[in-house]
C-alpha cells in the first residue's frame, strides 16, 4: 500500500531575478528563491509552482501556496 503525505515551509522570494534558482536556507528555515517572472498577474506564483513541482518531481497541481498570495513571503504545501 502507497502511503501519501505533504510538507509545508516557507519560501521568501525574489521576483524579477534573471533566471529561477533556490539561493540559500535562512536561519528560521525559510528558502530563498529568486524567480524569473515579474510579480504581476500570478506570473510569479505560476513560476514558483512550476520550479517546486520539478526539483520534487511532482504534478504542478500537487504543489499549492498556502498563505502568502500577493507576498514575498509563501507558505508553500507539497504533496506526493
Known sequence: MQQYGSVDFSVRVRPGAKRTAAKSVMADGT???????????????????????DAFSVPKSHVHILRGQTSKT???QIRS
Open 31 to 53: 528558502i530563498k528563491i529568486d524567480i524569473a517572472a515579474a510579480p504581476e498577474d500570478g506570473k510569479a506564483n505560476a513560476e514558483l509552482i512550476h520550479f517546486l513541482a
Open 74 to 76: 509563501k507558505t508553500v
